[in-house]
């Protein structure tokens, strides 16, 4: 009964470059969302997707970053040319169809920008 | 004024004594409550969830809900030195807010030998 995944665990990019998060919801869960958790800091909510749809991004920066959630296949959070201030633990988190479910979170990505 | 306010602790208790860990929050649209576990380094572990008044108890932990203080809180029974952690609160309000979840900083709890 696999949980949430999430890969790469640790993503190395330099300035300028551009990271490629990916996340597996739990089978069955057809609600992700993202997290960032930036160092000494909670965990920020990013976004809200379901399949093919954007449901809330009301946390994601303006500029720069982007996610999908594809008919098939692992939703993508994108992140070009990233910055120092972009190093972080970027969490996915799924729940079921519905709004009163719990979220269960995957193992993260911890992204370091040199 | 924090959306989800938490004392950053370390809160430190010997093993075997009750933990308690609060929680306040300012949004009274706020319907559903929830209380992860964090260990360093690791993701965030959902080990309770409460949305209506009173207490809820799951083997050595309570939750408890009080809407009209806006207070929410844990206690883990019997600690072990595996409770060392980082507990997170999050609030969620279905209405206007979609599904995201806003947490606090989290409480550091320390369980002695």
């Known amino acids: 009964n696999a949980g949430v995944m999430q890969n790469p665990r640790h993503l190395v990019r330099r300035r300028g470059q551009e990271a490629r998060l990916r996340c597996s919801p739990v089978k069955g869960h057809s609600h992700v969302y993202w997290y960032r958790q930036l160092p000494e800091e909670g965990l920020k909510f990013m976004v809200y997707?379901?399949?093919?749809?954007?449901?809330?991004e009301s946390g994601m920066p303006k500029e720069r970053f982007s996610a999908e959630f594809p008919k098939e296949g692992p939703s993508i959070l994108r992140i070009q040319q990233v910055v120092r201030g972009d190093s972080a633990a970027y969490f996915c988190?799924?729940?079921?169809?519905?709004?009163?479910?719990?979220?269960?979170f995957g193992p993260g990505t911890r992204l370091t920008v040199t | 004024q924090k959306e989800v306010e938490q004392n950053s602790g370390p809160l430190s208790v010997p093993e075997g004594a009750i933990a308690s860990l609060n929680c306040t929050y300012s949004?009274?649209?706020?319907?559903?409550f929830f209380w992860y576990r964090q260990y360093s380094g690791k993701s965030p572990e959902l080990i309770m969830s409460i949305y209506s008044n009173g207490d809820k108890e799951d083997g050595r932990f309570t939750a408890q809900l009080n809407k009209a203080s806006q207070y929410v809180s844990l206690l883990i029974r019997d600690s072990q030195p595996s409770d060392s952690a980082t507990y997170l609160c999050a609030v969620r309000r279905l209405t206007g807010g979609g599904n995201k979840l806003t947490f606090g900083t989290g409480t550091q709890l320390k369980v002695e030998l």
């Open positions: 949004d009274r649209g706020s319907q559903s």
């Open positions: 997707l379901q399949k093919e749809n954007i449901i809330d």
């Open positions: 988190a799924s729940s079921p169809q519905g709004l009163t479910y719990e979220q269960y």
